[in-house]
């Protein structure tokens, strides 16, 4: 399983764009990265997965680099409600899921 | 997507008893379904990992015959906490695996136990 680094925390305004990136170096081929967003007291929340070059839906955006080594998380213009803790996993078809530390975004008035 | 529904979403129980959990899979069959268990401030930390007719599988220093998992249909996996103690107090976490390939993992509500 590949293991995931990201950075702990992270801060922003209302109407910013926000990039997280993620580095996984030991992906295996069959290893789809999948991001995921976590309120308190609530059970994570799909946002988007990728496998190669750039995959854009109506909340994000997640950019892929040729080695997929790393991947970056691109939020569009933040909002307070975006304040929330992000993963990031590299997840494969028989892998056990584990979770890494996360980023804890903030997102400030 | 997928949707999968935890019950209950909040427990409060006296120390010595018992709780269960469920994790159902509404829309599809998850052979294979993960239980995780989250502190304060910190990451999902996986337990067990459970397969439908067959003994659930535990990551190291998670107790079985603490916390009893089973995964008796395709779309039902239960987490019992016996003989529960303050410090099993947490908020758990189930999730089911998409058939596909793509490994998505689809998550429930979560449960607060708060044991007395």
């Known amino acids: 399983l590949a293991k995931t680094t990201q950075p702990i925390s992270m801060d922003s305004y209302e109407g910013q764009e926000v990039n997280i990136t993620c580095s996984h170096n030991?992906?295996?081929?069959?290893?789809?990265i999948t991001w995921y967003q976590q309120f308190p007291s609530q059970g994570p929340r799909f946002i988007i997965q990728g496998y190669k070059t750039k995959v854009t839906n109506e909340v994000a955006s997640l950019f892929i680099p040729a080695d997929r080594k790393s991947s970056t998380l691109s939020l569009p213009r933040v909002s307070l409600s975006d304040t929330a803790v992000y993963y990031c996993?590299?997840?494969?078809?028989?892998?056990?899921?584990?979770f890494g530390r996360g980023t804890s975004l903030i997102v400030h008035p | 997507g997928a949707v999968v529904s935890q019950h209950p979403s909040w427990v409060i129980c006296k120390s010595g008893t018992s709780v269960k959990i469920e994790c159902r899979s509404l829309?599809?069959?998850?052979?294979?379904m993960f239980w995780y268990r989250q502190f304060p401030k910190q990451s999902l930390m996986l337990m067990a990992t459970s397969n439908e007719g067959s003994k659930a599988t535990y990551e190291q220093g998670v107790e079985k015959d603490k916390f009893l998992i089973n995964h008796a249909s395709l779309t039902l996996s239960t987490l019992t906490v016996t003989s529960a103690h303050p410090e099993d107090s947490s908020f758990y976490i189930c999730?089911?695996?998409?058939?596909?390939?793509?490994?998505?993992?689809?998550f429930g509500e979560g449960s607060r136990l708060t044991v007395l």
């Open positions: 999730s089911a695996r998409d058939p596909g390939n793509t490994g998505e993992l689809f």
């Open positions: 829309d599809f069959q998850a052979t294979t």
């Open positions: 030991n992906i295996a081929t069959n290893d789809y």
């Open positions: 996993l590299a997840l494969g078809g028989s892998y056990i899921p584990t």
